[in-house]
């Protein structure tokens, strides 16, 4: 299939294009780089011996994205392109709703007037606001907090319509758990523009002695060791998750969601204490309050995408930590 990945030069985005290109795949990057560096370009070249097409541009330039579709004959789209910032989308909600949800509008305009129905979107587990019960299933009720899972929220309702509206419509929402770590080449990963506002960069940093200590967020949470506790998911796993989803919703008609997670929480002490285990490095650490917005605990049951979509993660906290690592250490190396 032809595939248009939007954020495609992303950390998601970026992973999910090797793993598509190398099952077979004709993929196709839009991104206008707001989040992330053109050398992931020359990146995926090198692990793919083969450039990928990449248009450089934004989604919101619904014209743009008519052409791109209809060049590249596009049959399907991964919907990665948005801003993720919580704490910034408190402070910037226009920049925040524009983005991610007239982003969206523009492509439906775009997909309608070319005829290409079929959609993946990327969506989140903080959807699930302060779990009422675990673990989490696409049942449990849905809130926001704040602006950015406000705009995922209201997203996955329009996408809902679109796909009742009678047209011929096959999407899904995939709602990502922590997706952490890096391909196993070390050629690309997450890349935060400054402070890492999330744990496992954070503590990639620590590690490599860029920042002196992480701050652990509360000691005090009812969980195994009173730490936060979160389902990380290796981005490869997720990525290859992008692969099941697109095999299903070619033929599935109408929406649907699946929460893509590996089912096990994991806190705060056992993630810094894999991390030294990775990379051999101390990661000093003080406890201090909780963080504003912070839940204990989230953990995805995996019973719908292990049984639709025939998908679950492979990879243990340990490779997710060891592929940081390297990455972490190839990051600035020039290819
Ligand atoms: P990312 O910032 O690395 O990737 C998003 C990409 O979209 C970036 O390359 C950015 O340049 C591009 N982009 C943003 N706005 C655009 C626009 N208007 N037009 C064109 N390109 C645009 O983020 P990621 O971690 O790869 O996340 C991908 C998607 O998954 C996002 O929608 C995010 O909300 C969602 N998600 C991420 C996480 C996570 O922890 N990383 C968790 C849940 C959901
Ligand atoms: C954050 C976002 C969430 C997003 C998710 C994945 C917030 C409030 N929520 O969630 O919307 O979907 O990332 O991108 O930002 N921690 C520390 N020290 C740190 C950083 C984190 O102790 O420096 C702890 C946190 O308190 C938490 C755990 O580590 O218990 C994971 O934090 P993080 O990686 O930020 O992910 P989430 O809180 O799940």
Not at 248 to 274: A, C, P, R
Request: charged share 20%; with cysteine.
């Amino acid at each position: 299939m032809n595939i248009l990945l939007t954020g495609g030069a992303g950390f998601i985005g970026s992973h999910t294009a090797v793993v598509l290109s190398q099952a077979g795949h004709e993929v196709v990057l839009l991104d206008n780089f707001c989040n992330c560096r053109k050398s992931v370009l020359e990146r995926l070249e090198k692990i793919l011996c083969k450039a990928l097409p990449c248009v450089e541009g934004d989604i919101r330039d619904t014209t743009l994205v008519i052409k791109t579709l209809q060049d590249y004959k596009i049959d399907a789209v991964i919907h990665f392109a948005g801003l993720k910032a919580v704490g910034e989308s408190i402070e910037k909600p226009i920049e925040y709703y524009a983005n991610n949800v007239q982003g969206t509008i523009s492509l439906l305009e775009a997909m309608k007037s070319s005829g290409v129905t079929t959609l993946v979107f990327s969506s989140s587990a903080t959807v699930y606001g302060d779990p009422q019960y675990l673990p989490i299933d696409e049942k449990h009720p849905t809130s926001a907090t704040n602006a950015y899972g406000r705009s995922k929220l209201h997203i996955e309702e329009m996408l809902k319509d679109v796909a009742n509206s009678g047209a011929d419509w096959n999407i899904i929402c995939l709602r990502y758990f922590n997706p952490v770590g890096a391909h196993e080449s070390g050629l690309i990963g997450e890349d935060p523009n400054g402070l890492p506002n999330n744990l496992m960069p954070y503590i990639a940093q620590v590690a490599s002695e860029k920042l002196p200590h992480l701050n652990v967020y509360g000691n005090d949470y009812p969980t195994v060791d009173g730490t936060g506790v979160r389902d990380y998911i290796h981005v490869v796993d997720l990525a290859e998750g992008h692969l099941a989803a697109l095999a299903y919703v070619q033929h599935h008609k109408g929406w649907d969601v699946f929460n893509l997670g590996t089912g096990h929480g994991i806190s705060v002490f056992e993630m810094i204490s894999s991390y030294k285990y990775a990379s051999g490095k101390e990661i000093a650490y003080q406890i201090k309050g909780r963080r504003t917005g912070d839940i204990a605990e989230c953990y995805t049951k995996v019973d719908k995408s292990q049984g639709i979509l025939g998908w679950h993660s492979k990879r243990s906290l340990d490779q997710m930590c060891e592929s940081s690592w390297l990455w972490q250490n190839m990051r600035n190396d020039s290819v």
